[in-house]
């Protein structure tokens, strides 16, 4: 099954299931497929919480279908991210053989952990904004996995039960703040952390669809790939090729992460496990290739989808508000 986040009419994220080239909401659900009423209002995070394994939202779509629905061209609609407020988003670094060799460093004996919030969440199309201060803009596509239920201390033989499903991630990063040498000017020096260089706003950019486990055959067998589409000079509107790479190169896989993650952290449903990036960042090409505003990035795994968004400058943003001088 594949589930589709958007924004309905009153500008809330709410959730569907894609049906060709169309969606079934959640509400169309409860009036033709006999769904729980208490379910229609929620985004895709909540619904999982209220139905662990979604076997409700999977029987009323096939009642609806029968009964004729088609729902609304996914065209029409506003996407949002598929999980727009994720309990907790837990990402791998160094997670892929081709990137460790790019970097000519060791490969880990133990996964490397670190943490996004929920205040990185976009959805395609909307803006990443480059901040003040960092003027090394990184695109890092990524496989996250969509924790299904409640989950401590799951064995790697138990964990992919644990899968709802699949989603498509992009881990922008401030390489100057994440302290890569590539990305400094002489003298400068980054913050020696990673949280605020891959944790700012807008750093999270997610797929609109969800890709239910039973759907994905392998997903230690999917391409990955990344694209930048400068926004001026005289190769605008191009598209250029980042990262072609496969989820057969992760060091660690799915099963292993899961297990060494909830030994220490409780998974909740909707919580997002970004699984790494390939090789082909822009930090470690010769020239060092970054992000500029103008520019658009896409990532994407074929089988889940796509997130394609603009990048603009900080100054840019026009909802940004100062509480400088209020009383």
């Known amino acids: 099954m ?3 986040s958007f924004r309905d009419e009153l500008d809330l994220p709410t959730a569907g299931v894609v049906d060709g080239e169309r969606v079934i909401s959640l509400v169309r659900l409860v009036e033709a497929g006999g769904l729980e009423a208490e379910l229609a209002h929620l985004d895709l995070g909540g619904l999982l919480e209220a139905d662990p394994g979604l076997e409700s939202v999977r ?3 096939d009642r609806a279908r029968v009964a004729g629905e088609r729902g609304r061209p996914i065209a029409g609609v506003r996407a949002a991210a598929a999980i727009p407020r994720p309990g907790k988003i837990v990402c791998i670094g160094l997670n892929y053989r081709d990137h460790v060799a790019e970097q000519h460093i060791e490969t880990p004996t133990r996964p490397l952990l670190f943490s996004k919030f929920a205040n990185a969440v976009i959805a395609d199309g909307e803006p990443i904004v480059r901040p003040s201060g960092t003027r090394a803009l990184d695109l890092e596509a990524e496989l996250g996995v969509v924790i299904g239920r409640r989950t401590r201390r799951v064995g790697a033989a138990e ?3 644990c899968v709802a499903g699949y989603v498509v991630v992009n881990d922008v990063t401030a390489r100057d703040w994440q302290g890569n040498r590539a990305a400094l000017a002489a003298g400068e020096r980054g913050d020696g952390q990673w949280l605020r260089a891959k944790g700012s706003d807008t750093f999270c950019p997610m797929s609109p669809a969800l890709v239910t ?8 067998a999917l391409s990955i790939r990344s ?9 605008a509107g191009r598209a250029f090729p980042m990262q072609e790479g496969t989820t057969a190169d992760l060091v660690f896989g799915i099963p292993a992460l899961i297990e060494f993650v909830s030994s220490v952290i409780t998974l909740e449903p909707g919580d997002v496990i970004s699984t790494g990036t390939p090789a082909g960042v822009g930090v470690f090409r010769e020239p060092p290739v970054f992000l500029e505003p103008g520019d658009r990035v896409r990532c994407e795994i074929p089988g889940i989808g796509r997130v394609e968004n603009p990048v603009i400058d900080w100054s840019d943003r026009s909802d940004d508000v100062s509480v400088a001088g209020r009383a």
Request: glycine share 8%; net charge negative.
């Open 2 to 4: 594949r589930l589709f």
């Open 159 to 161: 964990a992919m039960a």
């Open 213 to 220: 486990a039973d759907e994905i055959a392998d997903p230690h």
């Open 59 to 61: 029987e009323a779509a």
């Open 227 to 235: 694209w930048r589409i400068p926004g001026s000079g005289p190769t």
